[in-house]
Every structure is written in C-alpha cells, then in structure tokens.
C-alpha cells in the first residue's frame, strides 16, 4: 500500500464551509446510481446522506484553515473506489489516537464488511466528518465529530476525555482522503468491562500499551490502516 503523508504540521486548526458547485453528466450519474444499489444491496448500513468533502487548506503562522464543500455521499463512496470516473471528490475525516492514563490506547479490527481497509486494524475512534457539526459560522467542529465517533464506536461516555490535541491534516493516498489527526487524552483507565464496541465497523478490539503498539504496527505480519500508523510515528510523548 501507498504509505499516507502528513501535508502539514499544526495543533491549530480550523475547517470552514465554502460554497462549491460539482458537475457530473448524467451518464456518469447513471453509473454511480448503479454502483451505490449494488453497494447497499451488500452493505445495507450505507446511506447517501450529506458529506463533506475536501477542497484545499491554507496556513498563516501555525494555523491551518482547511476549506470544505458539501456533496452526497455516494458520489464520495464513487470517487474512493472508481477512480477511472474522475469525479475528483477527496473525503475529509477525524481519526484520533486514544491514551489513557496508564499509558494504553486502543485498536480495532475493522469489519471485513467495512468499505474501506477490511479486516485492518486501525486507532479509535476515526470516521468521517457529518454535516451536522457545520456551525452558524460556517466553521465545522471537528472534535465534535471525533468526540461522536469516541461515544459510538468504544461505548465511553465524553466525560471520560481530558483533552483532544490536533496533531496536522494528513493525505491517505490509497482511498484519496484527507484526515484531521488528534490525540485524544482520557482522565481514566481503559478496562475491557466499560467499554461496547461498535460491531458493524469492528469485529474485536485490543487495549494496548503505547509501547507494545508500536512493537505491533513494525510487525510484518499485522496490518494497519496506514493512517493510524502515520499518527503514532508523529506522536511525541
């Protein structure tokens, strides 16, 4: 696999609504209609509701402001998967690694049902950002999203987070995605007990110590979603 790239560097970040117009022929429309019923017909957890997608980013200082547009998503599913359509759409999501006060984080097996990186394992939480965390301003609250994802995919509730620290906007070449990095601090303790996994993108989960986590992402034998091992190269402890 193509290994993912950090494009910049930064724990100030700010992600803002632009108004974007896409055009797709109908031909191209008629093919990607029928690619999503075949999709849904395998998958029926897929839905084509709203999504953001990337438009570009610009820096002033050590501030990043990555700029995003509106479109449905299985123009996105489309783009990821069909390149020869050149639609051109680049997703923007949150992926965080999550540590805890013993120093442990946690991965996840990804569902062999999943559209993206089957049966890899990846840091939770991570997905893509919703409409709905675009604000009045026109800014989106991406640890919003990333804090949603937390309580969906690991069952913890948001009180169990300290503090989330943006890390820089990475580039995952494979599936053609942006993504928002962070370090997501708890104020207590993973335990196997407390948490509920969310079975439809993860088939297990392992509460790993930092050391042992990078053992595993050197190992061969062990596959990992790249964009979780970009993270935990570029975490400074």
């Known amino acids: ?41 395998k998958n029926p957890n897929l839905f084509n ?21 509106l479109t449905h998503y299985k123009y996105i599913f489309a783009s ?3 390149p020869e359509l050149n639609l051109g759409l680049r997703p923007l999501a949150v992926s965080g ?8 984080s946690i991965i ?7 559209t993206q990186y089957p049966e890899y394992y990846e840091l939770i939480p991570s ?9 009045e301003s026109k800014t989106i609250d991406f640890r919003a999203q990333l804090i949603e994802e937390f309580e969906q995919e690991i069952g913890l509730k948001r009180k169990c987070i300290d503090s989330i620290t943006s890390l820089g906007l990475i580039f995952e070449p494979y599936y053609r995605v942006y993504v928002i990095a962070c370090i997501i601090r708890l104020n207590t303790v993973l335990s196997p007990d407390t948490l ?33 091992k970009l993270i935990l190269n570029n975490y400074d402890s």
């Open 49 to 69: 509701g709203k999504a953001l997608v990337y438009t570009g980013y610009n820096k002033i200082g050590d501030r990043i402001n990555i700029k995003v547009g």
């Open 196 to 228: 509920k996994l969310n079975e439809n993108e993860y088939s297990s989960f392992k509460i790993i110590s930092l050391k042992d986590l990078e053992a595993n992402i050197l190992r061969k034998d062990i596959h990992f979603v790249p964009t979780s």
């Open 127 to 135: 997905g893509g950002i919703k409409p709905d965390k675009i604000k």
């Open 108 to 114: 996840g097996l990804r569902h062999k049902n999943v």
């Open 1 to 41: 696999l193509i290994e993912s790239e950090i494009i910049e560097k930064s724990e100030n970040i700010e992600v803002t609504l632009e108004t974007t117009s896409i055009a797709i022929t109908s031909e191209k429309n008629m093919k990607i209609d029928s690619l999503w019923e075949s999709a849904t017909k």
């Open 97 to 104: 690694m999550v540590i805890d006060n013993s120093s442990n």
């Open 80 to 82: 990821i998967l069909h």
